[in-house]
């Protein structure tokens, strides 16, 4: 009996410590309420997973332009210099920022985070903002087509054209979502992750995908060499474009956004989008 209880007992709490990490709040029972609101909005700032540190959840493997050889911490791509940038901003020193691998599914899936925000080319929409929180947009890339040079989408010009062709896209993702809905694709082949559909691609087993531009822009130069940029489409109104993702409410969402908008009112995303997400040369665009 004394067993069960205190089964029940560790259960319960168990429960509450995880009710806490989801709410955004770690307490520290040494300091005063007082004491622990002077701390909000430093580097020490209690509501961090880890105080002192800022820990940035991220893809594992990552890939350029949004991180370049595999190492969040290099600093080198688009995506980690804007968190570089960030942090100084927010008073973190560079050797303060914690990274953290995880896959697409589980920084998009509720619940808690081992880190107090992700940055994976994460798309702002109205369904992934019920269960977890957003900062503010901070990138809004063009959706491209990439294709071998012998699909049948090569030199389509509309969007009825473009639907004869087998299309794939990775699950989970905008891009998925945008060829059912936008382009009105049907049977669309769905991948565990991006380096499945373009293995897809490569093989021949579908003709096309539909990915953001700087994501397009690598897998024709690297991933799939022989493959090309064959047009632009329209924004999607679904997707809001980029965000930092948060854990659902975290408290620290307003201090990050205010960190963000010194960043971008500086010009800092301007230059790091200029340096790694524009692609030389035209390209069509289809637009219906």
């Not at 619940?111 to 269960?131: C, H, L, M, N, W």
């Not at 963000?260 to 069509?284: F, H, T």
Request: proline letters at 7%.
């Amino acid at each position: 009996m004394l067993r069960k209880v205190l089964l029940i007992a560790v259960v319960f709490a168990m429960i509450l410590a995880t009710a806490a990490f989801a709410a955004g709040v770690r307490e520290d029972t040494s300091l005063s309420p007082a004491e622990r609101e002077a701390l909000y909005r430093t580097p020490n700032d209690p509501r961090l997973v880890n105080p002192g540190r800022l820990t940035v959840g991220t893809g594992d493997p990552v890939y350029p332009p949004w991180m370049l050889n595999n190492d969040p911490a290099g600093g080198e791509g688009f995506e980690n210099g804007l968190v570089y940038a960030l942090a100084s901003e927010l008073g973190f020193a560079r050797e303060d920022v914690v990274w953290v691998g995880q896959t697409f599914d589980q920084a998009i899936a509720p619940g808690p985070k081992p880190y107090d925000f992700a940055i994976q080319q994460i798309s702002v929409t109205a369904e992934r903002s019920q269960i977890v929180s957003f900062s503010q947009v901070y990138f809004q890339p063009d959706k491209a087509v990439v294709a071998l040079p012998t699909s049948p989408v090569v030199g389509a010009s509309s969007f009825a054209q473009l639907r004869n062709a087998r299309w794939g896209a990775t699950i989970g993702t905008t891009d998925l979502d945008y060829l059912e809905r936008v382009l009105g694709i049907r049977n669309v082949a769905v991948y565990d992750d991006q380096a499945g559909t373009f293995q897809a691609l490569q093989g021949g087993l579908i003709d096309a995908t539909v990915v953001a531009l700087p994501t397009a822009l690598f897998a024709t130069a690297v991933q799939v060499p022989d493959a090309r940029i064959t047009a632009l489409l329209p924004a999607d109104p679904n997707d809001r474009g980029h965000g930092l993702l948060f854990e659902k409410d975290n408290p620290l969402v307003d201090w990050v956004n205010e960190g963000l908008s010194a960043i971008i009112a500086r010009g800092v995303i301007d230059d790091l989008i200029q340096r790694y997400l524009v692609p030389g040369g035209d390209i069509p665009e289809i637009t219906e």
